[in-house]
Structures are given as structure tokens and as C-alpha cells.
């Protein structure tokens, strides 16, 4: 049996290491590249592909896997919005994938982002650069006076929710679907609105869907309090941009930390020496705000995460080509 993977980075090649010594009945082989109809062919006499990217897994590269002969699919990450599964169903792909590597890392990610901008830390890094150790005027917010919105109560929006309880902040909550816990605590509204017109903070943890796409557009931001804090941890898609700037620009929106940008595949994953040479304007703009933190989609970057990823990806591949249905099943035919 062989396995492929697609766009292994420096730091998972110790995991993979450790993967292939408990499981020396399969041979594994990869490359850097992510997965596109140039390096389709790349995996030729694999059974199955191991593969994590953002950016959108083309219909000519899952053709050509097929050629291959190739039917099994393992990404190493949660979100599966990169697929089309009109294509998935009509190459017949099983796919699986990481539902929970670590949903604290992602929680952490956002709970620190909405910190650093409570705190104004942008703010005082930029005075401490300038040799500016004076106090004014940046003088922050208390997390124990916040009401923090959670949008999607899943596993990372249900860490999000202890960990800013403890830090004493007022938790709300949205989803489609009740957690029992959650619902216990009596954190529920029951629409969107409501949670709008309520928090002064608003954390997205949820996919990325046909019916949520932009769910934060201008309509959204005009029913939230003024001077809220939006925090997206979780697909760039749920905000628009325009929209997102022209309510930091009236002052509606007071600030907001992004781990996934729309279209952020613009410019992550690429070194640009300075925020000046963003190619796309629209980025650009948000990057150049001291009440704008942008991280470059790395919430789930731990080093927990990472063995997690390897080890349920490459487990979960291996299942799929035994013809076994792991518990990470995403989708399959039948
Ligand atoms: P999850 O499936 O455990 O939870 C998602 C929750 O969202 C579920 O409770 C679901 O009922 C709810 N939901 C779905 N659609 C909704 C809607 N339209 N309105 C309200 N609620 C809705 O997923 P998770 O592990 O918590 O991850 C959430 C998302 O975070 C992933 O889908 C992924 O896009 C993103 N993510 C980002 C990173 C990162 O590094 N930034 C890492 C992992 C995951
Ligand atoms: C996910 O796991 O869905 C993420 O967003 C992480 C990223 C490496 C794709």
C-alpha cells in the first residue's frame, strides 16, 4: 500500500517519520507542492493521497487522481470548503478528514486576538517602537465588561466559550444547532440579530457554506452596537471585505482580528518584505489599520495540532484504502 502526500512543510516531516515507523506495511512518499493539475501525476501508484491546502482543489487534479486510480482522499484539516462535492461524487472519491486536531488552538488564536485588541497592543507596539513608553492614549477595555458573540458552538467555538469565561467575560451564543452544555448554561439567543444587537465582541466559528457565504455583509454590521470588535478565526468568506471596511471606516466597527481573510490566498503563504508591496488593495487597506490584526491563517499552528494532523490524516488514509469507514469520514458515494 502507498500513500501520497501533498504540501508537506519542514515541520511535519518528523510526524510523518514517526507515522511510517509504526506503520511500516505502508510506503509513504510526498512533496511540498499542494495538489494541482501539474502535480496530480506526482502520485501515480498511490492508493490514496494525503493533501492540505487552502486553496481550491480543482476538478482536473481530482480527474487525473482518478486516472490514477486513485480514490481515496485524507486532508489534514478540519474545513472541506475547497471541495466540490458534485466532483467528489461523480469520481466516486471517499474523503476524511482532521475534525479535531486541536480546537484550542484556533480557540486561544481568537480569544488572544480580541485581548490584543482590548488592550490596543498594536497601538502600544508601535509607541514602543518609536521609543514611546508613556501611557496615552491608549487606554483599554476589560474583558469581565465584554459580551462576547459566539457564532457556532462546535468544538472550537465551545473552547472559545470556556476560555473567555475565564477570563470573566459575558459569553452569548448562535448556532443552528444546540449544544447541550451551552444550552445548560442558558447562553443561547435565538437569532443572528439578537446576538448582534448584543455583543460588543463577535467570534466566527463556523464553516464556510453555500448558505452562509458573506453572512457578515453590510446589513449584518448596521443591526451591531457601535463600536463592536469582529474576530474571524474561521473561512475569509464569512465577512465582506467592503463591508468590513466600511465600518471600520465610520467607526460602527471599533476593530477586528483576522486569521482567514476573502481572498487571502492573494497574499498568504508568501513573504512580501512590507506591508507596502500587498498586491491586492483591498488586503492592503485592512493590513495598514492599528485597530486591524491580521495573522496569515495560522490559529491552528501548534506543534499539538500539527502531530494531530499527521497522525489522524494518515491513519484515516489508511483506513479508506482497507476499505474501512473511519470515524473522520467526510464523504463517500455510498
Ligand atoms: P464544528 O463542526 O465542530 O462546529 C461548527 C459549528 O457551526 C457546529 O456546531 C454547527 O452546527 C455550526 N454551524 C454550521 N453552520 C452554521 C450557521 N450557518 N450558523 C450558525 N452555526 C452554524 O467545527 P469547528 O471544529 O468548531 O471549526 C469551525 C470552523 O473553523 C471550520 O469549519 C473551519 O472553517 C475553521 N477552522 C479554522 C482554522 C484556522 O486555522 N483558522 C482551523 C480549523 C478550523
Ligand atoms: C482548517 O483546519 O480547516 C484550517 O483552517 C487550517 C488550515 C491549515 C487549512
Same mark, same amino acid.
Given at each position: 500500500?502507498?500513500?501520497?502526500?501533498?504540501?508537506?512543510?519542514?515541520?511535519?516531516?518528523?510526524?510523518?517519520?514517526?507515522?511510517?515507523?509504526?506503520?511500516?506495511?505502508?510506503?509513504?512518499?510526498?512533496?511540498?507542492? +499542494?495538489?494541482?493539475?501539474?502535480? #496530480?501525476?506526482?502520485?501515480?501508484?498511490?492508493?490514496?493521497?494525503?493533501?492540505?491546502?487552502?486553496?481550491?482543489?480543482?476538478?482536473?487534479? =481530482?480527474?487525473? =487522481?482518478?486516472?490514477?486510480?486513485?480514490?481515496?482522499?485524507?486532508?489534514? &484539516?478540519?474545513?472541506?470548503?475547497?471541495?466540490?462535492?458534485?466532483?467528489?461524487?461523480?469520481?466516486? *472519491?471517499?474523503?476524511?478528514?482532521?475534525?479535531?486536531?486541536?480546537?484550542?488552538?484556533?480557540?486561544?488564536? /481568537?480569544?488572544?486576538?480580541?485581548?490584543?485588541?482590548?488592550?490596543?497592543?498594536?497601538?502600544?507596539?508601535?509607541? *514602543?517602537?518609536?521609543?514611546?513608553? +508613556?501611557?496615552?492614549?491608549?487606554?483599554?477595555?476589560?474583558?469581565?465588561?465584554?459580551?462576547?458573540?459566539?457564532? @457556532?458552538? @462546535?468544538?472550537?467555538?465551545?473552547?472559545?466559550?470556556?476560555?473567555?469565561?475565564?477570563?470573566? #467575560?459575558?459569553?452569548?451564543?448562535?448556532?443552528?444547532?444546540?449544544?447541550?452544555?451551552?444550552?445548560?448554561?442558558?447562553?443561547?439567543?435565538?437569532?443572528?440579530?439578537?446576538?448582534?444587537?448584543? #455583543?460588543?465582541?463577535? +467570534?466566527?466559528?463556523?464553516?464556510?457554506?453555500?448558505?452562509? /457565504?458573506?453572512?457578515?455583509?453590510?446589513? #449584518?454590521? !448596521?443591526?451591531?452596537?457601535?463600536?463592536?470588535?469582529?474576530?474571524?478565526?474561521?473561512?475569509?468568506? =464569512?465577512?465582506?471585505?467592503?463591508?468590513?471596511?466600511?465600518?471600520?471606516?465610520?467607526?460602527?466597527?471599533?476593530?477586528?482580528?483576522?486569521?482567514?481573510?476573502?481572498? !487571502?490566498?492573494?497574499?498568504?503563504?508568501?513573504?512580501?518584505?512590507?506591508?507596502?508591496?500587498?498586491?491586492?488593495?483591498?488586503?492592503? &487597506?485592512? /493590513?495598514?489599520?492599528?485597530?486591524?490584526?491580521?495573522?496569515?491563517?495560522?490559529?491552528?499552528?501548534?506543534?499539538?495540532?500539527?502531530?494531530?494532523?499527521?497522525?489522524?490524516?494518515?491513519?484515516?488514509?489508511?483506513?479508506?484504502?482497507?476499505?474501512?469507514?473511519?470515524?473522520?469520514?467526510?464523504?463517500?458515494?455510498?
Amino acid at each position: 500500500m502507498k500513500i501520497f502526500a501533498y504540501g508537506i512543510r519542514e515541520d511535519e516531516k518528523s510526524s510523518i517519520e514517526n507515522w511510517k515507523s509504526a506503520n511500516p506495511d505502508v510506503e509513504v512518499d510526498y512533496t511540498d507542492q +499542494t495538489l494541482t493539475p501539474e502535480t #496530480a501525476t506526482l502520485a501515480k501508484g498511490a492508493s490514496g493521497i494525503v493533501t492540505l491546502q487552502t486553496t481550491p482543489y480543482e476538478r482536473e487534479s =481530482l480527474k487525473i =487522481l482518478k486516472d490514477e486510480g486513485i480514490s481515496n482522499i485524507s486532508i489534514r &484539516n478540519v474545513g472541506y470548503d475547497n471541495f466540490n462535492f458534485d466532483d467528489l461524487k461523480e469520481f466516486n *472519491f471517499k474523503l476524511s478528514n482532521v475534525p479535531v486536531y486541536s480546537p484550542n488552538a484556533i480557540a486561544e488564536h /481568537a480569544v488572544l486576538l480580541i485581548g490584543r485588541l482590548l488592550r490596543r497592543i498594536p497601538e502600544v507596539d508601535t509607541k *514602543f517602537d518609536n521609543g514611546d513608553f +508613556t501611557w496615552a492614549p491608549t487606554i483599554g477595555k476589560e474583558y469581565r465588561e465584554q459580551t462576547v458573540g459566539v457564532i @457556532g458552538t @462546535g468544538h472550537i467555538g465551545r473552547v472559545a466559550i470556556q476560555m473567555l469565561q475565564g477570563f470573566g #467575560a459575558k459569553v452569548i451564543a448562535y448556532d443552528v444547532y444546540h449544544n447541550e452544555a451551552i444550552e445548560k448554561q442558558g447562553l443561547y439567543v435565538d437569532t443572528l440579530e439578537e446576538l448582534y444587537q448584543q #455583543a460588543d465582541v463577535i +467570534t466566527l466559528h463556523v464553516p464556510l457554506t453555500s448558505d452562509n /457565504a458573506y453572512m457578515i455583509d453590510e446589513k #449584518a454590521i !448596521e443591526q451591531m452596537k457601535d463600536g463592536v470588535y469582529l474576530i474571524n478565526c474561521a473561512r475569509g468568506e =464569512l465577512i465582506s471585505n467592503d463591508a468590513l471596511i466600511k465600518g471600520l471606516d465610520s467607526g460602527k466597527i471599533a476593530g477586528a482580528g483576522l486569521d482567514v481573510l476573502d481572498h !487571502e490566498n492573494n497574499v498568504f503563504g508568501k513573504k512580501w518584505g512590507s506591508i507596502n508591496n500587498l498586491p491586492d488593495p483591498t488586503i492592503k &487597506n485592512l /493590513a495598514e489599520r492599528q485597530n486591524v490584526i491580521i495573522t496569515p491563517h495560522n490559529a491552528f499552528y501548534t506543534e499539538t495540532a500539527i502531530w494531530n494532523m499527521i497522525e489522524v490524516s494518515f491513519d484515516s488514509n489508511k483506513d479508506l484504502i482497507e476499505g474501512k469507514i473511519p470515524d473522520t469520514l467526510v464523504y463517500s458515494k455510498k
